[in-house]
Nanobody, 125 residues
Framework: VQLQASGGGLVQAGGSLRLSCAAS????????MGWFRQAPGKEREFVAS????????SYRDSLKGRFTISRDNAMKTVYLQMNSLKPEDTAVYYC???????????????????WGQGTQVTVSS
């Protein structure tokens, strides 16, 4: 499976963005998916994850209520809706997938098997 992330850009604080992650490959719909982010000089951190069916999601505690992960298996796409953006949300955002798992409990970088190229999100104050 290959992933292509898009939707990043420059936005003012308080604004919104929706990131998309388009997948190729037939097995996408059975994989758990996640979003991570990495700011300059910092480690890559978990943002959100979603089960294969979309019925179960997990979020980084500090992002609950502002970010929403969803998926459309027919379109082979995972989304990350980001609202009330803050300058500290500035980072490169990556989508990733888990080949051998379908739940939403995958919150560690090491649990993911394949990654997209990342899309830059910059939030100005």
């Amino acid at each position: 499976v290959q992933l292509q992330a898009s939707g990043g850009g420059l936005v003012q604080a308080g604004g919104s963005l929706r990131l998309s992650c388009a997948a190729s490959g037939r097995t996408f719909s059975s994989h758990a998916m996640g979003w991570f982010r990495q700011a300059p000089g910092k480690e890559r951190e978990f943002v959100a994850s979603i089960s294969w069916s979309g019925d179960s999601t997990s979020y980084r505690d500090s992002l609950k209520g502002r970010f929403t992960i969803s998926r459309d298996n027919a379109m082979k796409t995972v989304y990350l809706q980001m609202n009330s953006l803050k300058p500290e949300d500035t980072a490169v955002y990556y989508c990733a997938g888990v080949r051998t798992g379908g739940g939403s409990e995958y919150m560690d970088v090491s649990m993911y098997d394949y990654w997209g190229q990342g899309t830059q999100v910059t939030v100005s104050s």
